[in-house]
């Protein structure tokens, strides 16, 4: 049974179809799966079968939202016990293999639908085939199809199966409403497949970033919404039309960890602050035309670290030059020869800066990219709005800025 979503957005003119993450299609597919082998491995246990029915299966997105999803049961084998109380061994962190009592496993699938913004994954199954195990815990990993992270820098750490960090969540939660279900407590195996995931990923940034094998099990809210940049930018522009009231300064940031940053560390409550998305040059025009005095630009350094290149829409797919301008400003930082060969090998800005800690540069290279961000970014709007950048490195620990965030951040607190 094929998913198709029935959500729609409406931008540029026009309904366009949301679509479900891989995370979303590998959480539906495990709690499927280990409610099946529950319900047969328990038959005693009478249990609400509310969650899964005619063929679908009802997950809790992180929201909190409940979707229903089909689903196709793909295989099953053998016969298994539940493992006695202190059964020898111990779980294979990466899943390499079955114990000997684990012989029966439960697989369904579901298969992936962008919506209208359809990507390499758009049609594929997602795979989850579900086992008990003799740990007390929901054991997760990743099978044939999905990368293996090779280096360090990304959501999980070298020699851990691609599946981020909210997707992991997801299923656990998944599979963990399923035991709660059947009042069990033993441990279960959930390994994540995708058919054809290998060759997938040779179409994404996957080789590139050092994932290798398969393609990447993401996502953050379990709904991708269809993009539409003509659409973005005038959302971005109504949202600061509509803040800016009788105030004439606010504060920008590209998403949720901008936003966070803002409200925990500058204290601007969130009618203070619009998200910008990647549209940062577009923002700085409409806050030209709007008669915006002062506007703070708060990024996390993964996307700001651009503006120091005079890079003013941060998305990959229209430039990236992440890592050529941090050995910029860590050459101007001083650092050696050697420092830069090693940071031509970073494949994310978190990376490079955790080998400036090291060195002692992180704190200086930071700021000067900073400075140079503000440099750009007063270009743009020729001194029309007075301007101040925030970049920071939740994992490193770092903030610098530039331009006049204290004086912008005084004025919007007596604009109240």
Known sequence: MSLRMNRYTFKDGRYLRCGYTTGTCAAAAAQAAAFLLLKQILPEKKTDNAMMKDGCVSLFLPGGTEVTLPFRQSAQDGAQRVP?????GAENEKCGG???NETFSVCCAVRKDAGDDADVTDGMEILASVSLCEEKDIIICGGEGVGRVTRPGLDRPPGDAAINTVPRQMIRDAVD????LYGYEGGIRVEISVPGGR???????NPALGIEGGISILGTSGIVEPMSDAAVVETIRAEMRMKIGTRKCLAAVPGNYGLKFSEKYLRLP???IIRCSNFIGDTLDAACEYGLTGLILAGNAGKFIKLASGIMNTHSSEADARIETVIACSLEAGASIGILKRLQDCITTEAAFSLLCECGLAHKTLDIAAERAQRYVQRRVRGR?????VIFSSESGLISSAGEVREILDRIREEG
Not at 84 to 88: R, Y
Not at 177 to 180: I, L
Not at 199 to 205: I, S, V
């Open 270 to 272: 969130s009618e203070k």
């Open 385 to 389: 709005v007075v301007t101040g950048i």
């Open 177 to 180: 409403r399923v035991r709660s």
């Open 199 to 205: 060759e997938a990923a040779e179409k994404t940034m």
């Open 98 to 100: 079955r114990r000997k």
């Open 84 to 88: 006695e109380e202190g059964a020898a």
